[in-house]
């Protein structure tokens, strides 16, 4: 397809600085498309859902995967963390820093983006299991957000700082 021939003409074009953004986007469309997507919590709430790996410094979108649904009736597991690894799979090894929301951040993948040389930087669910047990109740009490980071030496750092601002970013 287009679009198989498309993207590795895309990665070999440019060469991304430091920084990449791993997200999710909708592509607006409300015609007959066996993948569309309903996202409640998008305004524009009926699209194609594309995985994007984007250049933080110049927005330049460097990989990305179409969304086309589950295969089969078994529900997809760690998809985040698949699809995190997949976008930075011709990365691995250049010491760059991924950064993603908090439905792909968790331990594991950062681990794993560990072993291939890159970091990872993202928000946290405050129900992930590898969460200390009872961090939940304290971390975003008053919302207070909570950092997690593996450093080189692989341990497991938390960092807490109290909310500014009128916005509430805690869930």
Excluded at 106 to 127: F, Q, V, W, Y
Aim: charged share 25%; hydrophobic share 30%.
């Amino acid at each position: 397809s287009f679009f198989e021939l498309w993207l590795p003409t895309l990665q070999d074009s440019y060469i991304p600085y430091e920084n990449l953004t791993v997200d999710e986007q909708q592509l607006t469309s409300r015609g007959r498309c066996p993948f569309k997507q309903f996202i409640p919590s998008k305004p524009e709430k009926y699209g194609i859902k594309i995985w994007a790996a984007c250049d933080s410094q110049t927005s330049f979108v460097y990989n990305c995967q179409i969304y086309i649904g589950k295969t089969g009736n078994q529900r997809e597991r760690n998809q985040g963390k698949r699809v995190v690894l997949d976008m930075t799979k011709r990365l691995e090894t250049s010491g760059r820093n991924v950064t993603t929301d908090n439905f792909s951040t968790s331990l594991d993948l950062a681990r794993e983006m560990e072993k291939k040389n890159l970091t990872l930087l993202g928000t946290i669910r405050k129900n992930k299991p590898e969460l200390p047990p009872g961090i939940s109740d304290y971390a975003w009490e008053g919302c207070i957000i909570n950092k997690i980071w593996l450093s080189r030496q692989s341990h497991v750092s938390l960092l807490l700082s109290k909310k500014k601002g009128k916005s509430s970013p805690c869930y």
